[in-house]
């Protein structure tokens, strides 16, 4: 890296097993402020894994992680809330029985000094950030069950935006959309970049995430493989990447990367 | 009844040029699948007085049905967070017959040793103890549902046997009886009723509510500039809300005392017995503000609060209720809580109407309570009920069965009817579910 600015976060030498399988083995990754760095992988390959030792759901064996240069100690979801940290799941983000306020401030309601709901408050609330992320949404009265995909996932990044979040780790977003509502969640990624706030996307699937990346990061059984700029690197390369765990000569190799004879 | 708003909502964003009708429910925003229930109630009610001759529907059998909903009416409001939640409670008849039970020994043996026979603070303290045993048997249940794992339907089938056996060792079988005075008028009759003129006051307060309701969410709404409904729409809704509510007060005020109570009441007080009797209007039923004012807290609980939002989120969607940090085991059991106190007041009604505390009561009332919430539009697949529909459920209910009586069916006969409705009821909003995706 050429980049001399404090990543947001720094995940070094990062290892968990299960068992005695090395799910994760001495990975490091590095996400900058502003910018999308997709995670690519097989299943199995331990991508999702080392993002949930960062949204805190598993505990690391060893290694470190560091927000902002500081050494972070994440050992739950509540641990990595407070350091800006929310994760984006795809289909267990929303109840699909409430509407898209409701939805917005579940489990930290606006309530009116008599300590009821502050219903026409939060819908305020949820209409000015909504109103940012995707000006076309209008659909604030229904539950939210009833919206489209896209519409679904701009509710549940809505929600991580409320929370203030500084990284976001959205784990296979558009994998049950449309090409419409994929298209959606991309401008989405881009305004968030915007604003400054670090993504991790996670995925199987190269297509899904090429175009949106900055950097891609690939694994393979448990070990990074290597990181590259998008600009650097064609598709074909970074599936050469996954597959076969092959690092193209402008991609960083990792302790996973095959060894050339 | 989401699903209702999800349909209209729909229709407004896809056709600009709909129909008068569609434009009137959109404009005034009542909930079509509400309506659908209270068209079935209507068709019920002309149905049994074109059958009965004109029996029916008279202030006599409306006011006495009335007072027969009002037990079961009270425990469908609680039994409706309870199938939100994805949950069942089996047991709410035997904590009925239990907290009647130990409501029943409270006023007749155990504190007229203390205070002395009808003592005026027995009623309330015999309620208070009724509710605090309610509201422990529900933590009970609600602890071993969420904090062991065991499924509600199993926890409340085992309720069911447990607390009706737990009635016949109160008082070894033995039927308590006679009910404080006080306490009494929890049941109705021509005591527990409030009389004309505290009727119409109630009438009146209650239309006052209503508008102030409507312009109080209109200030709101404009307050943060959201789209406002039509004046004709709230006008209408006003009226309409407020002829109902005295159309109610009036009927009830129809149903004029009995002729030997009325004459008894007259040498009472020395009132000269004048020439075709003198008709003293019952009023509104004690049993029936009270599940009225149940409904409205519940609908309060389950609108207004923290804690209504997460039932429906639970039951919605369990796993993100628990990612967005709600306390989803506290729930569960603050849930059943309220379904035991709930049961307590039920309890406090059924057990002042029969003037006894017996070992059956409340039998068959959880069937009674589940088959109101459902038929009133709560789903069991959770997530999607209300108080309101619930409490119409239970008045269709006790319509068909108040209705088959006066056409004198056989009770085998009404049984079978009830299980059919049912049925019914549920495949028909299936299907409406279905047409509304």
């Known amino acids: ?261 | 009844m989401a699903d209702i708003t999800q349909a209209t909502q729909t229709n407004r964003a896809r056709n600009a040029d709909e129909n008068p009708v569609k434009r009137f429910f959109r404009a005034t925003e009542i909930d079509t699948r509400l309506l659908g229930m209270v068209g079935a109630l209507v068709i019920i009610w002309v149905g049994f007085q074109l059958l009965t001759g004109g029996l029916f529907l008279t202030p006599r059998n409306l006011w006495n049905l009335t007072v027969q909903t009002s037990s079961v009416a009270v425990m469908a409001t609680g039994m409706v967070l309870i199938i939100v939640t994805r949950n069942i409670d089996l047991s709410v008849g035997s904590v009925l017959g239990f907290c009647g039970m130990i409501m029943g020994v409270m006023q007749a043996k155990i504190l007229p040793q203390y205070l002395g026979l009808e003592h005026p603070a027995i009623w309330i303290i015999t309620l208070g103890c009724g509710i605090l045993v309610g509201a422990a048997i529900g933590a009970l249940h609600g602890s071993i549902i969420a904090f062991l794992n065991v499924p509600a339907f199993i926890v409340t089938l085992g309720g069911l046997l447990v607390w009706r056996g737990a009635t016949w060792f109160v008082t070894s079988g033995q039927t308590v009886a006679p009910m404080n005075s006080t306490f009494r008028l929890m049941g109705g009759g021509t005591e527990g009723s409030i009389g004309a003129t505290a009727s119409w006051i109630v009438g009146i307060v209650a239309c006052l509510a209503i508008v102030g309701a409507i312009l109080n969410s209109r200030k709101q709404r404009k307050r943060f500039g959201f789209p406002l409904r039509p004046v004709w729409a709230e006008y209408f809704l006003s009226v309409l809300g407020c002829v109902l509510v005295l159309g109610a007060v009036a009927v009830a005020n129809h149903y004029y005392w009995p002729t030997n109570i009325a004459r008894r009441y007259a040498d009472a007080n020395g009132i000269a017995w004048p020439e075709g009797g003198l008709q003293i209007p019952h009023g509104i039923a004690i049993p029936v503000l009270m599940a009225i004012a149940v409904g409205i807290v519940m609908t309060f609980i389950a609108t207004r609060l923290r804690f209504g939002r997460y039932v429906f989120a639970l039951g919605g969607n369990p796993e993100a209720a628990e990612l967005a940090g709600i306390k989803t085991r506290w729930v569960t059991v603050k849930i059943f809580m309220l379904m035991g106190i709930l049961c307590a007041i039920a309890a406090a009604i059924s057990t002042a109407r029969l003037n006894a505390a017996t070992n059956a009561q409340g039998e068959l009332d959880e069937l009674y309570t589940i088959a109101a919430a459902v038929i009133g539009g709560t789903s069991l697949a959770g997530g999607v009920g209300t108080i309101a529909g619930a409490m119409i459920g239970a008045l269709v209910m006790q319509s068909l069965q108040s209705g088959m009586v006066l056409l004198g069916i056989d009770s085998p006969f009404q049984r079978i009817v009830v299980g059919v409705v049912l049925v019914v009821a549920v495949w028909l909003d299936t299907v409406y579910r279905a047409r509304a995706k």
């Open chain 1, 1 to 261: 890296m050429t980049d001399q600015r404090t990543p947001l976060v720094e995940m070094k030498n990062v290892s968990i097993s299960f068992g005695g399988i090395h799910a994760v083995d001495n990975a490091s990754v590095d996400l900058y402020p502003g910018e999308v760095v997709a995670l690519l992988g097989h299943n199995g390959a331990g991508k999702s894994t080392l993002i949930k030792i960062l949204s805190g759901a598993y505990k690391r064996d060893a290694g470190e992680i560091l927000i902002n240069g500081e050494p972070a100690d994440i050992n739950n979801p509540r641990d990595a809330k407070k350091y800006g940290i929310e994760t984006i799941y795809q289909t267990l983000a929303v109840a699909d029985n409430v509407d898209a306020a409701a939805n917005l401030y579940l489990g930290r309601e606006l309530r009116t000094p008599w300590g009821t709901l502050d219903d026409v408050a939060m819908e305020a609330k949820a209409r000015e950030v909504m109103g940012r992320l995707n000006p076309n949404f209008q659909r604030f009265k229904e539950p939210v069950k009833a919206l489209s995909g896209g519409q679904r996932q701009s509710v549940a990044i809505a929600r991580a935006i409320l929370f203030d979040a500084r990284i976001l780790i959205m784990d296979e977003p558009t994998a049950a959309l449309g090409p419409q509502e994929t298209a959606q969640v991309g401008e989405l990624i881009k305004q968030l970049k915007k604003e400054g706030i670090g993504i991790f996307l996670i995925s199987h699937d190269i297509h899904d995430v090429f175009d949106l990346a900055d950097r891609v990061s690939v694994m393979k059984n448990g070990q990074v493989v290597g990181h590259a700029r998008t600009q650097d690197v064609t598709k074909d390369e970074v599936l050469g990447m996954i597959i076969l765990g092959k690092c193209p000569p402008k991609a960083i190799p990792g302790p996973g990367a095959m060894q050339v004879a």
